[in-house]
T-cell receptor
């Protein structure tokens, strides 16, 4: 296992369309996070899974956003009815958590452009 | 409200010299701190971390110093190399509270190491 994998790397979509991103975490990591990064800002937390349970969501995550982690393995982030303001880099990270290690390891991200 | 602040958007140093990147935080509940390095169009890469029970952690050319009373940490890179040129993010999380261990990031400092 070489690290966190995200697909696609880039996505260009028209406003109003739905998009879905996939994240494959490091296999032994039970914690999975989604972050969003815009130009000039640091990554901002969106949501967190422990195994298959979505335990925390940021107020940044509007009702157009939904995330899943079936079976506690890979995760998907879907954005419905995309808006231009959704254009950003979407980052997935995973960690062991707690005494296993707080350090989160990030994927290469999915760059979303809404036109 | 920025809970993690990196007040220098950019820093330029000569190869072989020391690079010092600074970070301040406001949330007293933060007790674990991390530094990430990011190249353009890639996800953040974990560099080094420190728990609030320590005031220094060293890993090769990288050393992180924590001053809890001042709510300040710094990353020292010695000697600096051109390949260190990247954006460096400071991040913090409250670990002892339990929960998601989500990271709160600063806005980053762009380091340029000149040959």
């Amino acid at each position: 296992d070489t690290g966190v994998s995200q697909n696609p790397r880039h996505k260009i979509t028209k406003r109003g369309q739905n998009v879905t991103f996939r994240c494959d975490p490091i296999s032994e990591h039970n914690r999975l996070y989604w972050y969003r990064q815009t130009l000039g800002q640091g990554p901002e937390f969106l949501t967190y899974f422990q195994n298959e349970a979505q335990l925390e969501k940021s107020r940044l995550l509007s009702d157009r956003f939904s995330a899943e982690r079936p079976k506690g393995s890979f995760s998907t982030l879907e954005i419905q009815r995309t808006e231009q303001g959704d254009s950003a880099m979407y980052l997935c990270a995973s960690s062991l958590g707690g005494s296993g290690g707080v350090e989160a390891f990030f994927g290469q991200g999915t760059r979303l452009t809404v036109v | 409200d920025q809970q993690v602040k990196q007040n220098s958007p950019s820093l330029s140093v000569q190869e072989g010299r020391i690079s010092i990147l600074n970070c301040d935080y406001t949330n007293s509940m933060f007790d674990y701190f991390l530094w990430y390095k990011k190249y353009p169009a890639e996800g953040p890469t974990f560099l080094i971390s420190i728990s609030s029970i320590k005031d220094k952690n060293e890993d090769g050319r990288f050393t992180v110093f924590l001053n809890k009373s001042a709510k300040h940490l710094s990353l020292h890179i010695v000697p600096s190399q051109p390949g260190d040129s990247a954006v460096y993010f400071c991040a913090a999380t409250p670990v002892t509270q339990g929960g998601s261990e989500k990271l709160v990031f600063g806005k980053g400092t762009k380091l340029t190491v000149n040959p």
